[in-house]
Nanobody, 117 residues
Framework: QVQLVESGGGLVQPGGPLRLSCAAFGIAFSIYDMGWYRQAVGRQRELVATIRSGGRIAYVDSVKGRFTIYRDNAKNTVYLQMNNLKPNNTAVYYC???????????WGKGTLVTVSS
């Protein structure tokens, strides 16, 4: 049974930091590409950041310099450190796992991040 469990969401003031975690169960974590996506009300789900099994990282332009994705293979966990949060970063953030060369993706259920004063 594959399971991705996100945590760390909540209410934060503009300019504040938040760290999201995604713990993976039932997969060989170290060989999977991992990513963070988000979906705001009225918008499509979008890619935020990815980190491949080999370590290559990519970000959507709007978060470059503020967000950092990293992984700890010993803990089967991928993280998203978010700094200088803005109200339009409010969204449900989802974790995704993908086996390279395989089309099937695994998704977490999401964690809500609300940026508001």
């Amino acid at each position: 049974q594959v399971q991705l469990v996100e945590s760390g969401g909540g209410l934060v003031q503009p300019g504040g930091p938040l760290r999201l975690s995604c713990a993976a169960f039932g997969i060989a974590f170290s060989i999977y590409d991992m990513g963070w996506y988000r979906q705001a009300v009225g918008r499509q789900r979008e890619l935020v950041a990815t980190i491949r099994s080999g370590g290559r990282i990519a970000y959507v332009d709007s978060v470059k310099g503020r967000f950092t994705i990293y992984r700890d293979n010993a803990k089967n966990t991928v993280y998203l450190q978010m700094n200088n949060l803005k109200p339009n970063n409010t969204a449900v953030y989802y974790c995704k796992a993908r086996r390279p060369s395989v089309s099937l993706d695994y998704w977490g259920k999401g964690t809500l991040v609300t940026v508001s004063s």
